[in-house]
Every structure is written in C-alpha cells, then in structure tokens.
C-alpha cells in the first residue's frame, strides 16, 4: 500500500547549521508533496511543497529537493533557528493533488543556540 | 479568523459513549478531510468530502465512525462506542479544488481521551 517514511526521527543542531530531513515514498504515481511544520500542541502549517515536474524549490531559508526516479525527497533548512524547533512531517499524495495526504512519521527538530 | 476551525478542541468520555466534532472550513474551500494523528505520530488520514459528497473512506474507519457535510460547508466527524483506543487528535483540513490549489490547511485539532 501507500507508505512514507521519514528519517531521522530526532535530529539536534547548533544554531547557524543546516538541517536535512529525507522522505522516501513507495507510489510511484505521487505527484505532490508538501512539508509541515507542527510545535506542539499546535496545528501542522504548510511551510512548503513541491509537485513531480519541479525538481527543487526554495523558499528563503527553506529548500525541498525531489528525485522522482529514486522516490525521494527531502527537506533543507539553512542558518538554523531556535524558532525552527518543531516536528517536521513529510506527506505525499497522487492524482490532481487534491486528495489525501499519505504523511511520514514526522522528525523532531532541536535548534540549540 | 479565517482559518479552519475545530469544536470541541477537547473532550473526554467514558468508554462507550458516542461523541460528535465539528470542523468549519475555510469558506471558499469545496474539500474537506478528516485525519487521526496519536502521539509521535504523523496524521492518517481518515475521509474526505468534495462540497457534501464524501469521496474516500480509510479502512482505518470502522462502522462506528461516520462523517457527514450535510450542506458542503461544515462537517461533524461521530464516533460511536467509543473505546480507549480512539484516543487520538482529530485534525480536520479544508482545501479548494480549483486553480490549482492543492494547499491543505489544517484546523487545531479536537483531543479525544476515552477512559
């Protein structure tokens, strides 16, 4: 069936350091795949997304890269803040993107200062 | 606020009570999803609706769980005979099928505890 996963599961850096996660999903028929951002006892929000005909995506200190061939994709996130400590869930989802998300088990980000 | 929004944001029951949640949508979004998520978990999803037409049903979702939007706007998630390990976040997401907006915005959440 449709799976992600999601590693690491806890990841601890300094402040000013980059931050990978990396998610591999097992459909090879996704075409959408969005990140959030969850501090606890809060909502997941959007931070950012990457559909199957772009291969990268920046967004200011936030960058999404996906090989389709290989079914990854992964989340960068450079000059670390501690603002930045949350969980962080990978998702994937196929058709026109309007359907269900299929979610990795989440990564708990710890920024230091 | 124009966000999504959940009631109650929690409730506690006893094993075997039924319960009901609402989610309200952004207004303009037509779709609408239901997610569980458990501790150190990711959110599974659970069902969604296009206006008041439930699309797609988890097998997660067993008969005692039923979702109805009855006019395409709001939507109340019910679960009956509740037992310990419904114990869970109910998250609730509204998106717009149009325009290319594939955007998913999720509410607060509902924590259900069943003892």
């Known amino acids: 069936g449709e799976n992600v996963e999601q590693h690491p599961s806890t990841l601890s850096v300094q402040e000013g350091d980059s931050a990978v996660i990396k998610c591999t999903y097992s459909d090879s028929a996704s075409n959408y795949f969005p990140w959030y951002k969850q501090e606890l006892g809060k909502r997941p929000q959007l931070i950012i997304d990457?559909?199957?005909?772009?291969g990268e995506k920046k967004d200011q200190r936030i960058a999404v890269t996906l090989n389709k061939t290989a079914k990854h994709f992964s989340l960068h996130i450079t000059e670390t803040q501690p603002e930045d400590s949350a969980v962080y869930f990978c998702?994937?989802?196929?058709?026109?993107?309007?359907?269900?998300?299929?979610f990795g088990a989440g990564t708990r980000l710890a920024v230091h200062p | 606020d124009t966000g999504v929004s959940q009631n109650p944001r929690h409730k506690i029951t006893k094993r075997g009570q039924n319960v009901t949640f609402r989610c309200d949508p952004i207004s303009e979004h037509n779709r609408l999803y239901w997610y569980r998520q458990t501790l150190g978990q990711g959110p599974e999803f659970l069902t969604y609706?296009?206006?008041?037409?439930?699309?797609?049903k988890s097998r997660l979702l067993s008969d005692r769980f039923s979702a109805e939007r009855p006019k395409g706007s709001f939507s109340t998630l019910e679960i009956q005979r509740t037992e310990q390990g419904d114990s869970a976040m109910y998250l609730c997401?509204?998106?717009?099928?149009?325009?290319?907006?594939?955007?998913?915005?999720f509410g607060p959440g509902t924590r259900l505890t069943v003892t």
């Open positions: 609706f296009q206006n008041e037409a439930q699309l797609e």
């Open positions: 998702a994937a989802s196929k058709g026109s993107g309007y359907n269900k998300l299929i």
């Open positions: 997401a509204s998106s717009l099928s149009s325009g290319g907006h594939n955007e998913q915005y």
């Open positions: 990457i559909r199957s005909n772009v």
